[in-house]
């Protein structure tokens, strides 16, 4: 079958005029592809920055001086006056007066008496007879026997051992972190507008005019860097060196001493004694003593001492005061305050605020469409966009035909020129201006290509 360009523009159902001839009906066909490009524009934002600035104010204020004056006071003390007088005073007084008495003290006296006397006493007494005989004994009798015999002995020795732990070191670093501060409050003089109040004790609604009032309000804040220890902790293996105890055994010769046991009789002597009884009779002297008891008769002088009350009379001095009043003057120091104007010059702080520029680069995307010629026969061809080519004595309406989405082109190829007869350029999207940054912020990172300066 012979390959023709009306048998093609059947396959895809394409109309063509009958007015015109196949042979003038020449199609090209293009598959389009996208690609995402990015363009760089420099961007200015303005960062808000707060500087001290201290202004001199001339202030008067006043001083207490403190003086010393002396004031005249009057005033009347009651003095003292003694008078002295004598009074009689009766007072009893117990005198002693010793007198001497006899007093019985006879004793009785004890006196014991000898008395001498014999008795019989009988009692038995052990004497002793002493015999002599011979008997065999048998003992064992243990010979020693010297031997040389190898033994094991065990001692403890300190064997080094290297060993491996696991130590965590802190290898991390110091981080800035931006805080933000809020500014004083301070009072400021302001106009309260009139409003209603109610009254807590009662319940009531009252109105309230408007005054002056003292209002507090909020001073811009600053932004503040601190520096932030961020711990990174590293796992590292030590050796360590310790020793051991263990235990090593060697043979070492030894002298071993054996006792060999042997059987010995002999002849041993035993004397035996032995006890006789004999009743003896001896007479013992005996001593009694017998109590004898004798009174003596004794008289002793005692001194006995007796009180007499008695009553004497003396005279005691007796003192009295007497008040009497006396006008006095005293000087007395009264510290006296008095204000003196001072003038001072105060340093007064005022936060002013700055803009400092800051420019950084942004990336914007903008997709490009490219048509690029394929072969119309093909059916796996993608998206197809078939236009006539202009033909002599005639013009072809520009016909397409959508096969379905394609893929967009890998980022990075080559954008190739458009061709001469797209008649429909794709539009390009519109920009996107980027929001300007809030006051005292830095920006944010925004691609790799980020440039930031400050003037």
């Not at 002849?267 to 009779?281: A, G, I, S």
Request: charged residues 25%; negative net charge; proline residues 10%.
């Amino acid at each position: 079958m012979r390959f023709t360009w009306a048998a093609c523009a059947a396959l895809f159902g394409l109309n063509l005029a009958a007015s015109t001839p196949v042979s003038a009906q020449v199609y090209e066909t293009y598959r389009l592809e996208y690609e995402t490009l990015y363009e760089e524009q420099a961007v200015t934002a303005y960062r808000v920055e707060y500087e001290t600035v201290y202004e001199d104010r001339k202030v008067t204020s006043y001083r207490p001086v403190v003086e010393t004056q002396m004031h005249e006071r009057r005033y009347t003390v009651a003095r003292p006056v003694a008078e002295t007088a004598e009074r009689e005073e009766r007072y009893y007084v117990s005198r002693p007066v010793w007198e001497t008495q006899m007093r019985d003290t006879s004793y009785d006296v004890v006196r014991y008496v000898a008395e001498t006397s014999e008795r019989e006493e009988r009692y038995t007494v052990s004497r002793p007879v002493v015999e002599t005989a011979e008997r065999e004994e048998r003992y064992m009798v243990r010979r020693p026997v010297m031997e040389t015999v190898e033994q094991q002995q065990s001692y403890t020795a300190l064997m080094p051992v290297t060993s491996y732990t696991t130590q965590y070191v802190d290898q991390g670093g110091w981080q800035a972190q931006t805080v933000y501060r809020p500014g004083p409050v301070t009072n400021r003089l302001q106009w309260v507008p009139g409003q209603c109040v109610v009254n807590p004790a009662t319940g009531l609604s009252a109105w309230q005019s408007g005054t002056l009032a003292w209002v507090p309000n909020q001073q811009p804040g600053t932004y503040q860097t601190n520096y932030a220890w961020q711990p990174n902790v590293v796992a590292q293996q030590v050796p360590v060196t310790t020793y051991q105890q263990q235990v090593v055994t060697q043979k070492v010769p030894v002298q071993v001493c054996r006792y060999v046991d042997e059987e010995v009789v002999r002849k041993v002597p035993v004397t035996t004694t032995r006890m006789v009884c004999e009743e003896q009779v001896r007479k013992i002297p005996v001593t009694t003593y017998r109590p004898v008891t004798e009174r003596v008769q004794q008289q002793t002088p005692v001194q006995v001492c007796r009180y007499v009350q008695e009553e004497q009379v003396r005279k005691i001095p007796v003192t009295t005061y007497r008040m009497v009043e006396e006008q006095r003057v005293e000087q007395i120091p009264v510290q006296v305050c008095r204000q003196v104007a001072v003038e001072e010059t105060l340093r007064v702080p005022h936060v002013v605020e700055k803009r400092v520029p800051v420019t950084y680069t942004r990336r914007i995307p903008r997709t490009v469409v490219r048509k690029v010629p394929i072969n119309p026969c093909d059916p796996c061809g993608g998206d197809a966009l078939i236009m006539p080519a202009p033909a002599s004595g005639g013009s072809i309406a520009p016909q397409s035909t959508y096969r379905g989405p394609t893929p967009a082109a890998p980022e990075g190829s080559a954008e190739p020129s458009p061709p001469a007869n797209d008649t429909n350029p794709p539009a390009a999207e519109p920009e996107t201006d980027k929001p300007e940054l809030p006051p005292g912020e830095q920006p944010g990172p925004i691609n790799e290509n980020k440039t930031s300066t400050s003037a």
